[in-house]
Structures are given as C-alpha cells and as structure tokens.
T-cell receptor, first 113, second 115 residues
Framework: QQQVKQSPQSLIVQKGGISIINCAYE??????FPWYQQFPGKGPALLIA?????SEKKEGRFTISFNKSAKQFSLHIMDSQPGDSATYFC????????????FGTGTLLAVQP | EAGVTQFPSHSVIEKGQTVTLRCDPI?????LYWYRRVMGKEIKFLLH????????ESGMPNNRFLAERTGGTYSTLKVQPAELEDSGVYFC?????????????FGNGTRLTVT
C-alpha cells in the first residue's frame, strides 16, 4: 500500500515551459511535505517544503501548491531549464517524526533545450 | 562543511555473501537515517539512530539486516546473507535535530547488486 502516490513517472518539457508534478497522500496525520531533487549519481537534496497551514509556497522558480481537502500537493517549475533535468521525489511525514519520510516513486524530468 | 559520505559507492556480491555499507554523517549531526530505493520504486525508510541508539527500526526488512552506530559517529549496515531482492541503492542521511527546520542531508548512496 503506497501512502504517497506520485505522477507522472516521467516528463519531457521544452526549455522555458512549466513542469508540473503531482502527489496525493492518504494519511491525514501527515503535516510536512517536502520535495527532493536528485541528479544522477547523487543523493536526493531538499528543494522546497510546505506545511498544510498554507496553500502555496514559492522559492524562485519552484512553487508548491497544496490542497488539504483533496489531500494533494504539486510542484511547479516555472521557466524550466535543462539544468533542472533530474528525478524529483515528493514526500510526507508526521509531526514528531519529521525526517521519517514517506516518499513517492519519483518523476524523471527531462528539459529539452 | 563536508557532506554525508557513503562507502563503497558500488558493490556487487553473490547471493549468500555478506556486505557491509558504511556511512559518515555530517559532523555534529546526532540523527542518522538509512533509506533504500529498490528497482526504481520509492525510497523507503529503514531506520533512525539518535547518537548511538536505535530510535526507530520499523523499516528494516528482516533480521538479515544489522545496523550499528558505535560511539554515535559513523554507522554501518550489514546484510548477511544477501539475497537477490536486497539489490538497490542504499542511502544514508543525517540531520542536526528532529525539527523540519533541520532537513535531511543525503549521501550519494551505495548501489548494491546481488547476483
């Protein structure tokens, strides 16, 4: 039983376009929702995170949109660049176990020049 | 600041053999985690150390896996005997404390292949 479902599995976007990755969760006890970015041969690195008390968080070209009632959250990458090509993982965790993360299956993003 | 270091980066062993993975967390990080990604699936939590104590080992697959963190510094994860389904990428991560303001820092992983 997968607690965090991520889609799509892979995504191809043209340079300058918007990349959108979606995640859905089941456990209403989750209260921390980070996104990790992973380049080949490297470990995942925290990109941006949100808590359910806000519906949106923006950092540069990266935005998380959060819909608590639908139990969904998404990552938007504006003005996508070839350097953004990587695997993106959404995750979730509960209060008191913030770094015991439940990950999605990952999205391989390719930004074409 | 040196990051989380894992050794080896790759390991290929035969079924039934033993393998030991090592992780050196960021200096001063009391919290150390092991995660695993199998066959392109999700990254799964294995266990969590606070200093030398196992805080949560609920994700350990079975008793063929043994994790230690003697002295609260580096950690080892031993698989004995290894099975085919143990193949995957094993990640170690560390954090300074348990708040969301202290994010996880991952190592580059050890890719384990059991043949």
């Amino acid at each position: 039983q997968q607690q965090v479902k991520q889609s799509p599995q892979s995504l191809i976007v043209q340079k300058g376009g918007i990349s959108i990755i979606n995640c859905a969760y089941e456990n209403t006890a989750f209260d921390y929702f980070p996104w990790y970015q992973q380049f080949p041969g490297k470990g995942p690195a925290l990109l941006i995170a949100i808590r359910p008390d806000v519906s949106e968080k923006k950092e540069g070209r990266f935005t998380i949109s959060f819909n608590k009632s639908a139990k969904q959250f998404s990552l938007h990458i504006m003005d996508s660049q070839p350097g953004d090509s990587a695997t993106y993982f959404c995750a979730a965790s509960r209060s008191g176990a913030t770094n015991k993360l439940i990950f999605g299956t990952g999205t391989l993003l390719a930004v074409q020049p | 600041e040196a990051g989380v270091t894992q050794f080896p980066s790759h390991s290929v062993i035969e079924k039934g053999q033993t393998v030991t993975l090592r992780c050196d967390p960021i200096s001063g990080h009391d919290n150390l985690y092991w995660y695993r990604r199998v066959m392109g699936k999700e990254i799964k939590f294995l266990l969590h150390f606070v200093k030398e104590s196992k805080q949560d080992e609920s994700g350990m697959p079975n008793n063929r896996f043994l994790a230690e963190r003697t002295g609260g510094t580096y950690s080892t994860l031993k698989v004995q005997p290894a099975e085919l389904e143990d193949s995957g990428v094993y990640f170690c991560a560390s954090s300074q404390d348990l708040t969301s303001g202290s994010p996880l820092h991952f190592g580059n992983g050890t890719r384990l292949t059991v043949t």
